[in-house]
């Protein structure tokens, strides 16, 4: 039982720093999926309707510690079937490939990647460990996490993964189904604007007590420099602090605070973003039309050793800096508990409730539309994983996610499916 509780002390973990998309150290990784769904199916495309089978994906990572060097990367191949396709196995693809089950499951051709997961097929990253606490960092996913932040909690392609604060997408109400997701910037070595995590850097690590980092994203230019910075202290066990800011040099940048208390059992996590005339995905004419927005959300993670159980409940809240605009919000929360020596059941169930436009609820406004409200989303995703060896795992999974759209048309969509996972460590 004491190897069950140091799985969940790893779920622990991850769920505390968002993600962890690249290995934390030497190894190998393999995962193996099939599955397949229902995706959603708005404009009733019978090429679209029924279940449909995902194929199968392969993803790979290595990562590999060499002196004072560090090369890490990942390769994601998958035989899939294409979303319209009726070929049956004529329309099966081989390529290496980004999309996965909850690509199909989630896309519902509005807002973008947070709903529609999409992930390049690969990364490749480069650490030179110049001194003791001192790195240079270059790579396509160098993924360097500087505080906590609402959690996906694993790549797409892994068991634990979920949608991020409930489903909610990023755009003003009337040009998502259901809008209100706030970018939290404290993977620093992003460019949200451009959606990637490439990025050339330097960071300085003081033992467990300081660090500090600046990050150049791919896709800055001379005639629009830009670069991102980020500090964390932590004085004490019991408190760790965070500050990051994505978009220095330019005017909509993004800013990020974050706080952990750390009470052995009990872990509060909290955290704060600005994100700056942020216009991505704005269907309105104007760039400008939206301006800022901000959000701010807490997780609790409790971890209950005497029944092998960890509960980590989370809850967000996002605003718009236009006042016609009302707030979103989320609730969720992911639970993990280890029986029989080698099974763990996990589940994560949300709820969120879009933001609206005042203006659909005023008689004389010409957005005037008394049937629409911000939508909804539910979703629920419950697993269980059977850890066959300390090498090898089984999962079992099923997704379940229901929207409805402001404008009050209500949409389902679910995937289930099998990962077998190796891991060399």
Not at 35 to 53: I, Q, T
Not at 79 to 84: H, N, S, V, Y
Not at 197 to 208: L, T
Not at 310 to 336: C, H, K, Q
Request: aromatic share 16%; proline share 3%.
């Amino acid at each position: 039982m004491k190897k069950i509780i140091a799985l969940a002390a790893a779920v622990l973990l991850i769920s505390a720093s968002v993600s962890a998309q690249v290995l934390s150290k030497q190894g190998v990784k393999n995962t193996l999926s099939t599955s397949f769904g229902m995706p959603y199916d708005k404009a009733g495309n019978s090429d679209r309707s029924g279940v449909r089978l995902y194929g199968l994906l392969e993803t790979l990572q290595v990562r590999l510690d060499v002196s004072k060097f560090t090369a890490e990367g990942m390769l994601n191949w998958g035989a899939l079937t294409w979303w319209d396709a009726r070929g049956g196995f004529d329309s099966i693809t081989f390529e290496n490939t980004g999309i996965t089950p909850f690509f199909y499951t989630n896309n519902n051709n509005e807002g973008g990647w947070w709903t529609n997961p999409y992930i390049k097929g690969y990364y490749v990253n480069f650490l030179w460990h110049a001194t003791d606490g001192l790195d240079f960092g270059m790579g396509t996913r160098l993924n360097w996490v500087i505080g906590p932040a609402p959690s996906s909690l694993d790549n797409y392609w892994s068991y634990k993964a979920h949608v991020t604060q409930g489903g909610l997408e990023d755009a003003a109400p009337g040009a998502a189904d259901v809008a209100g997701y706030t970018y939290y910037a404290n993977c620093y070595t992003s460019l949200y604007e451009l959606n990637t995590k490439s990025a050339i850097g330097v960071r300085y690590r003081y033992e467990d007590f300081i660090e500090a980092g600046i990050t150049i994203p791919s896709g800055v230019t001379t005639s629009t420099p830009l670069f991102n910075a980020a500090f964390k202290i932590h004085p004490a066990k019991v408190f760790t602090a965070s500050i990051a800011y994505e978009g220095i040099l330019r005017s909509n940048g993004n800013l990020y605070t974050g706080l952990t208390l750390d009470f052995d059992y009990i872990i509060l996590d909290a955290y704060l973003a600005i994100n700056f005339r942020n216009t991505r995905l704005i269907a309105d004419s104007s760039p400008d039309q939206w301006g800022s927005h901000w959000g701010t959300g807490a997780a609790i993670t409790i971890s209950i050793p005497k029944i092998n159980m960890i509960l980590r409940p989370e809850t967000g809240f996002s605003f718009y800096n236009d006042s016609n605009y009302t707030m979103a919000w989320y609730v969720g929360g992911r639970l993990d508990f280890a029986f029989a020596d080698n099974f763990v059941l996990g589940a994560w169930s949300s709820f969120a409730l879009g933001a609206s436009d005042k203006r659909w609820h005023d008689k004389g406004s010409a957005l005037y539309n008394p049937d629409y409200t911000g939508g909804n989303v539910f979703d629920i995703r419950p697993e269980l994983t059977w850890n066959m060896n300390k090498n090898n795992a089984l999962t079992v999974y099923f997704d379940f996610q229901n929207r409805l759209k402001f404008t009050n048309q209500n949409y389902n969509a679910w995937a289930s499916g099998l990962y077998w996972t190796y891991s060399s460590n």
